[in-house]
Structures are given as structure tokens and as C-alpha cells.
């Protein structure tokens, strides 16, 4: 029997996966991968490898569940090194809790590789520290869509209470309920709120405005996107840099005069 590597590849940019995650990659006999794994770390992947899509896209087959967790164990179970690569960290919101659960049962050795997660990395790249000494002195991930919780009063009112900075996953299709649902537990109609998708990628796009108007100048931004509430995000004005890079890319050199 095998190992499987339970690993994250980070929120998108291929130079955010950890050294670790890449050698994994470069040594798997089998490679599981989501939707949000950027496929660019693939190349890394021996000729051999046998290379099999997990995610959910509307045009390709995708596995439930189900299917991947007997695939993971199978293979392991023939020998062959599996990594299983999940976009971000494989243990926030992304269901490597489970397939280690199923992994510890079947008595299958595996490793978990921790990653970059969206929930750090989107806001660092719009330019908006999650923490800080005179804004925030805590954070939470939450869910837009939590079989836990989301749909709860007590559960919104507990987190608006007792937490400075909200970074909330998988929540785009919901923002009109989650800015009311906010604004009605407390947060002021003002605080200030971001969104950013393709975070890290050249894709990134950045939105911001407060709980009351986000909505309307948001209503372009799709699946993936990191949600951002809290006073950290004012921060973005000062401390934008990602879009910059390009910006900076296309200066003209200046003349040298005299
Ligand atoms: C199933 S969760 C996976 C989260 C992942 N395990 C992580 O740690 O980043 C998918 C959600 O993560 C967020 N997400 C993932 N990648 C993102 C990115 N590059 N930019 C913004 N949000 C992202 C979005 O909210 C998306 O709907």
C-alpha cells in the first residue's frame, strides 16, 4: 500500500503552492485534481502520471464524492503514490476533512500538505490585510453556504458580534442576503466590504463599496470570489499593489536628461 498526499495548491498564482505540494506533485504515480487547482501545476507531473479531473464544470464529467474517495483508496490500496490536489488548503472549505476521514478508516497512510488559502491570499492580493493592529484583531472564515449554520439567525448574529473581519467563501451568489442579513445582526450599513475573484491570478478583479451599495457595483463578479467585511478593507486604498505590477510593467522608461 501507498500513501496519498492531501494537498493544497494554493488560491491560483502556481508560484503560491509550498515546496512540499510540488514535490508530491512531481513524484504521484496518480494525480486527483479539483477545478480551483491551478492545472499549470500539472506540467510538473511525471510523463507517466496518470492525471484524473475532479471538479465541477458544466462542459466536463466531473466524480461525486463518493467516486473520488473509493478512487483515492483504490489506487493507494494497487501501490501507486496518489496526491490529491485541491485548490487553497485542502481543510478550509475544502472537503479534505472527509477524504481523510474515509483515508484513517480504510487504515490508507496518508499525509495532508497544508496550502495557501483564498481566504488569506485574495484579500493580501487586493491589497487588504485580514488583521491589523488598529482595525481588526480577528478574523473568520465563514460560508455562504454551510449546511451548518448559514442559514441560522443566532449563527449570523454570534459571528457579526463577535468578530472584526468576515472573509466569506463560496457566499457571491448570496451577497444581497448576506449584506442585509449583516446590516439587520448590527454591522453598520457603511462598513466597508470588497470582492475579489480569480484572486491571485492575472484574472483578479477587484470590487469595492459598503453593505449597502456593494450590490449594485458588484453585480459583474462571479464564482470564485472572496468576500471581505470589515474596516481592514479601507486599507485597500493605501496598500494596493497586484494591479500595479502591470501597471508598472507598461511605464515608459524615462529619458535620462542631461
Ligand atoms: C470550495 S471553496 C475552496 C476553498 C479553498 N480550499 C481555499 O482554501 O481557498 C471555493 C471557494 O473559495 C473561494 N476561492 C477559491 N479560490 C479563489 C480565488 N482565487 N479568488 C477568490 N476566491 C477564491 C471562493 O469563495 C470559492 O467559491
Sequence with gaps: MNKVYIVGAGPGDPELITVKGLKSIQQADVILYDRLSNPDLLDEARDEA???YCGKRPDH???????INELLCSYAQQGK???RLKGGD????GRGGEEAEVLAKNRIPYEIVPGISSGVAAPAYAGIPVTHR???????FLSGVSKLGCDQEEY??????SMDTLCIFMGVKKLPEICERLIRHGRAPETPIALVEWGTTEH???VTGSLKNIVGRASELMNPSMIIVGEV??????LQWFEQLNDEAELPIPSIVG
Excluded at 488598529?134 to 473568520?140: E, K, Q, R, T
Design 204 to 206: 483578479q478583479r477587484t
Design 233 to 238: 478593507v479601507k486599507l485597500r486604498d493605501q
Design 50 to 52: 496518470q492525471l484524473i
Design 90 to 93: 485542502p481543510f478550509v472549505f
Design 156 to 161: 449570523w448574529e454570534h459571528v457579526v458580534k
Design 81 to 83: 503514490s496518489v496526491t
Design 61 to 67: 464529467h466531473s466524480l461525486d464524492q463518493a467516486a
Design 134 to 140: 488598529n482595525y481588526s484583531s480577528s478574523v473568520a
